[in-house]
């Protein structure tokens, strides 16, 4: 049957590949993206998503109660999926206000609206982080559903601070909602301020690899692609109030990540170039995805090893992409868009 699915952050890394992922398993559903188009937001990422008529593209900010309330009463959607938020833990340490007004206060805002407008079913993505970190000589330890929540940086305890919202709405009020705690993403459209893309782009123009402190930090590293399954499953599935953990046993240092890519793009270890450290940096995350692989059938499709050679060639074979942010230019792209004609 078909449905009106509403994808906030769609012009971000991960709900762009989940706006490509739905249009193409559900060539009959309707796709709305809301996305403020921060600096993170690329529309350019969309453009193919543009040219079908099944697609919708709304700059909004998810903290806007009347402009999202008014889109939703004229489209009624079946679900919400909220992927939009301040993601980069960096940015975080410098400027936590933002990341409380959007991934906090934003996701409030939408939960409020969907209850007013009785919309069926929503969506939290989120993150791993919430739990905080795993020491590195325990490989035993992994997060669970269960594993308390203990953020460790502005980002990830505003993560949790929705969880905890999305959480007591759903008892509160019975809101239809479920979450997704996924482990680290790499693939196509992933912004050149993180780890993997950010190393590739470096690389590639023999500029120095920023490593943090020692570069033993472990990440869990899932393609953005097995996220987005786990994510349609999640909501094609009846059961609500359920939180999911989504991660593929895939822990890489981040040295190792960095010396794979050097060696992938042909470049010398030389260029690794040890810096300060995060404040706070978390050691190591690990997740356990045995629930949702026993309710809802999931396991983690692409191999670390097929899924960095796919990435790192999407990245060779899009320099357009990258190049246009690293230029600033690609946020003219909404102007030359939609300029004029709203
Ligand atoms: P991203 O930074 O690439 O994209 C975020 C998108 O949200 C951008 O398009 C931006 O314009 C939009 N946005 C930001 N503030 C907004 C606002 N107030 N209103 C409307 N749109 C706004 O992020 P991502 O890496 O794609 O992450 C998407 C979601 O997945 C986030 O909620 C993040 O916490 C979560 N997550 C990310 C990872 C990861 O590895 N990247 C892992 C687990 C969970
Ligand atoms: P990042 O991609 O920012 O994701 P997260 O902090 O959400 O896990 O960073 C991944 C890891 O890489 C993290 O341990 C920090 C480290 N890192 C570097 O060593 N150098 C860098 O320039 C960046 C951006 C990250």
């Known amino acids: 049957m078909s449905k009106t699915l509403v994808i906030t952050g769609g012009a971000g890394f991960i709900g762009s590949n989940f706006v490509y992922y739905i249009l193409k398993k559900y060539p009959d559903y309707c796709v709305v993206c809301v996305d403020a188009l921060t600096y ?6 969309l453009k193919e998503a543009l040219k079908n008529p099944n697609f919708r593209f709304e700059k909004l900010n998810i903290c806007d109660y009347a402009g999202v309330k008014n889109l939703f009463e004229e489209i009624k959607p079946d679900i919400v999926i909220n992927f ?14 933002i990341f409380v007004d959007t991934n906090i206060k934003g996701t409030q805002n939408l939960m409020d609206i969907c209850r007013e407008l009785e919309i069926p079913r ?20 992994f997060f669970t559903e269960n594993t308390p929540i203990h953020a460790s940086s502005p980002y990830s305890a505003s993560k949790a601070g929705a969880d905890l919202l999305v959480l007591a709405y759903c008892r ?13 993403n790499y693939g196509p459209f992933h912004f050149p301020e993180k780890l993997i893309p950010l190393m590739i782009t470096h690389a590639l123009a023999d500029e120095p690899l920023p490593v943090y402190g020692d570069g033993k930090n472990v990440r869990d590293w899932l393609y953005v692609e097995d996220h987005c399954k786990a994510i349609d499953l999640i909501i094609h599935d009846d059961r609500l109030g359920e939180v999911y953990n989504v991660g593929g046993h895939n822990e890489m240092s981040n040295l190792d990540i960095v010396k794979l890519i050097l060696q992938k793009l042909n470049k010398p270890e030389s260029l690794i170039t040890f810096v300060e450290d995060r404040k706070g940096h978390d050691r ?37 992409w990258w190049r246009e942010i690293l230029s600033g230019n690609y946020q003219n792209y909404y102007e030359k868009m939609y300029g004029g004609k709203i």
């Not at 993170?40 to 990422?45: D, R, V, W, Y």
């Not at 929503?122 to 590195?136: A, I, K």
């Not at 509160?172 to 680290?184: E, G, L």
């Not at 499709?301 to 357009?320: A, N, P, Q, V």
């Open 284 to 320: 190591r995350y690990a997740i356990d995805p045995t629930k949702i692989h026993d309710t809802l059938g999931w396991s983690p499709e692409t191999k670390f090893k097929d899924g960095i050679e796919t990435t790192i060639d999407w990245y060779l074979s899009h320099e357009d």
């Open 84 to 97: 939009a938020a301040e993601s980069h833990v960096d940015r975080s340490i410098t400027t936590p206000g």
């Open 122 to 141: 929503f969506h939290q993505v989120s993150t791993d982080e919430v739990y905080g970190d795993l020491p590195l000589d325990r490989p035993d330890l």
């Open 172 to 184: 509160t009020f019975n809101f239809p909602a479920t979450i997704s705690r996924c482990s680290n």
């Open 40 to 45: 993170a937001g690329n529309l350019s990422t």
